[in-house]
């Protein structure tokens, strides 16, 4: 296997690594300071706060929304992605992030007009769905196809980290806020971080309009085998890799489950936590996996994809119940120590190699409308799972589950759905980028 692809230029794989990290970083920024208000603030500013559980069931319910959105934007962006190019949808999901997320900042409350906020709200978080739900794919796509082929988990990690990068951002930036005035939180405060995102936008579009478009992609167009309909190629010939891929992102249960339904539960009146602590945790947890998420993925560069994969998968949803049973102990340091290893260190094995597992399995034609629908369906799962176990956690249950313990069983379940559908996968880190999703090519000797 050769060091270079191809085709692509010195040094333009590490400008495309480095504009999608940034770009993912911006753009999950806006993403994940939605989690927070989710979690912490507005049951109190746009729900009717006479009944607090249905508040906070509701307001959990419209952080899932985005999720429902993503598999629709997912088919609109990835045949645009993969009719068009990449670059053009890494422009545009950065814009209508930035946009949408400003303007859930201008809000008025519930008791400003009413019933009409709240479906304000999930108006703009189906936008930001909508946004997410291409970002990643052609990002993926994008520094995938610019790697030399015996570094393409390295390269696609980069994607990944930026995502961590921007979680880790929005986190610090709601540490202050949460840390405000009851009275002043609830009237201005949380709308700062929203507001931030004007930044987004300017910067996004700078950035990624700089981006040179795949040579793969390039050679497509050139050669005049770009599909007029990729979703009809997609779905005639990739339609098992792509049923493969929605059932392996179920993984990413791990992350909606730790950064949200488990801060709104450690900082509920049961079990009475410090806000700004336990958004230190989530902080502290992200700032490791900037750190685990490149180097499993150059592990993954030298052993291959699946048994990387495997380590996140299988380990993930041990650790949890580990965290939950931490954070019922309320021993801060046990709660940041486990914390970091869950989030940081094990689900980063399977975080960071994802983006060059799923994109090995489809060729240039589909790529990134195969990534964009498996995986927005996959985190749809994942994004309703924090409403899911709300439920779990409350009087009545949920499918005859109840407490943390059932929310651990239910986060496990879908894990080891994700781990089958890995665990079954052809391995593909070593075949040549040209001949990616090809069923007859095997492995070439590295």
Same mark, same amino acid.
């Given at each position: 296997?050769?060091?270079?692809?191809?085709?692509?230029?010195?040094?333009?794989?590490?400008?495309?690594? %480095?504009a999608?990290?940034?770009?993912?970083a911006?753009?999950?920024y806006?993403?994940?300071?939605?989690?927070?208000?989710?979690?912490?603030?507005?049951? =109190?500013?746009?729900?009717?706060?006479? =009944?607090?559980?249905?508040?906070?069931?509701?307001s959990?319910?419209?952080?899932?929304?985005? *999720?429902?959105?993503?598999? $629709?934007?997912a088919?609109?962006?990835?045949?645009?992605?993969?009719?068009?190019?990449?670059?053009?949808?890494?422009?545009?999901?950065?814009?209508?992030?930035?946009?949408?997320?400003?303007? #859930?900042?201008?809000?008025?409350?519930?008791?400003?007009?009413?019933g009409?906020?709240?479906?304000?709200?999930?108006?703009?978080?189906?936008?930001?769905?909508?946004?997410?739900?291409?970002?990643?794919?052609?990002?993926?796509?994008?520094t995938?196809?610019?790697? +030399?082929?015996?570094?393409?988990g390295?390269?696609?990690?980069f994607?990944?980290?930026g995502?961590?990068?921007?979680?880790?951002?929005?986190?610090?930036?709601?540490? +202050?806020?949460?840390?405000?005035?009851?009275?002043?939180?609830?009237?201005?405060?949380?709308?700062? +971080?929203f507001?931030?995102? /004007?930044a987004?936008?300017?910067?996004?579009?700078?950035? @990624? @309009?700089?981006?040179?478009?795949?040579?793969?992609?390039? !050679?497509?167009?050139?050669?005049?085998? $770009?599909? @007029?309909m990729?979703l009809?190629?997609?779905?005639?010939?990739?339609?098992?890799?792509?049923?493969?891929?929605?059932?392996?992102?179920?993984?990413?249960? $791990?992350?909606?489950?730790?950064t949200?339904?488990?801060?709104?539960?450690?900082?509920? =009146?049961?079990?009475?936590?410090?806000?700004?602590?336990m958004l230190?945790?989530?902080?502290?947890?992200?700032?490791v996996?900037l750190?685990?998420?490149?180097?499993?993925?150059?592990?993954? =560069?030298?052993?291959?994809?699946?048994?990387?994969?495997?380590?996140?998968?299988?380990?993930?949803?041990?650790?949890?119940?580990?965290?939950?049973?931490?954070i019922?102990?309320?021993? *801060?340091?046990?709660i940041?120590l %486990?914390?970091? #290893?869950?989030?940081?260190?094990?689900?980063?094995a399977?975080?960071g190699?994802?983006?060059?597992? *799923?994109?090995?399995?489809?060729?240039?034609?589909?790529?990134?409308?195969?990534?964009?629908?498996?995986?927005?369906?996959?985190?749809?799962?994942a994004?309703?799972?924090?409403?899911?176990?709300?439920g779990? /956690? &409350?009087?009545e249950?949920?499918?005859?589950?109840?407490?943390?313990?059932?929310?651990?069983?239910?986060?496990?379940?879908?894990?080891?759905?994700?781990?089958?559908?890995?665990?079954?996968?052809?391995?593909? *880190? !070593?075949?040549?980028?040209?001949?990616?999703?090809?069923? &007859?090519?095997?492995a070439?000797?590295?």
């Amino acid at each position: 296997m050769t060091d270079q692809t191809p085709g692509v230029r010195q040094g333009t794989p590490r400008k495309a690594a %480095v504009a999608a990290w940034i770009g993912s970083a911006l753009e999950y920024y806006d993403f994940f300071i939605y989690g927070s208000a989710a979690a912490l603030i507005f049951s =109190d500013v746009f729900f009717d706060t006479s =009944d607090p559980a249905t508040a906070t069931l509701q307001s959990l319910a419209t952080f899932g929304v985005a *999720y429902a959105a993503r598999p $629709v934007g997912a088919f609109i962006l990835g045949h645009v992605g993969d009719r068009f190019g990449r670059k053009k949808i890494m422009v545009f999901t950065l814009i209508l992030m930035g946009v949408s997320t400003f303007l #859930i900042g201008c809000l008025p409350t519930r008791d400003q007009i009413g019933g009409l906020a709240p479906a304000l709200l999930v108006v703009l978080r189906i936008l930001q769905g909508l946004s997410a739900a291409g970002e990643q794919a052609s990002a993926n796509s994008m520094t995938l196809e610019h790697a +030399p082929a015996n570094r393409r988990g390295y390269y696609t990690s980069f994607t990944l980290n930026g995502t961590q990068f921007g979680q880790i951002l929005a986190t610090l930036v709601f540490i +202050p806020v949460a840390a405000l005035p009851e009275d002043q939180l609830l009237s201005w405060g949380w709308r700062v +971080p929203f507001w931030l995102s /004007v930044a987004v936008a300017i910067a996004g579009y700078v950035i @990624r @309009r700089r981006v040179e478009e795949t040579p793969a992609f390039t !050679q497509s167009v050139a050669e005049g085998t $770009v599909a @007029r309909m990729p979703l009809s190629l997609l779905f005639r010939d990739h339609w098992t890799s792509v049923l493969r891929v929605v059932c392996a992102a179920l993984i990413a249960t $791990v992350s909606t489950i730790f950064t949200v339904w488990a801060l709104n539960y450690a900082t509920s =009146d049961e079990i009475g936590l410090d806000r700004a602590t336990m958004l230190w945790v989530s902080s502290a947890a992200n700032g490791v996996a900037l750190i685990a998420i490149p180097l499993w993925a150059r592990l993954s =560069d030298r052993i291959g994809r699946k048994p990387v994969f495997l380590v996140g998968a299988i380990g993930s949803p041990i650790m949890i119940f580990a965290y939950l049973a931490a954070i019922n102990s309320g021993n *801060y340091p046990l709660i940041f120590l %486990v914390g970091m #290893i869950t989030l940081g260190v094990v689900y980063s094995a399977s975080n960071g190699i994802w983006p060059s597992l *799923y994109g090995e399995m489809f060729t240039t034609g589909v790529r990134l409308s195969g990534m964009a629908i498996g995986t927005q369906i996959g985190f749809a799962v994942a994004g309703f799972a924090v409403a899911s176990a709300a439920g779990i /956690v &409350s009087p009545e249950g949920w499918l005859g589950l109840q407490g943390w313990v059932g929310v651990g069983i239910f986060t496990a379940v879908l894990c080891a759905i994700s781990a089958i559908a890995v665990a079954s996968a052809r391995e593909t *880190y !070593q075949i040549p980028t040209e001949d990616l999703g090809r069923a &007859s090519v095997t492995a070439s000797v590295a």
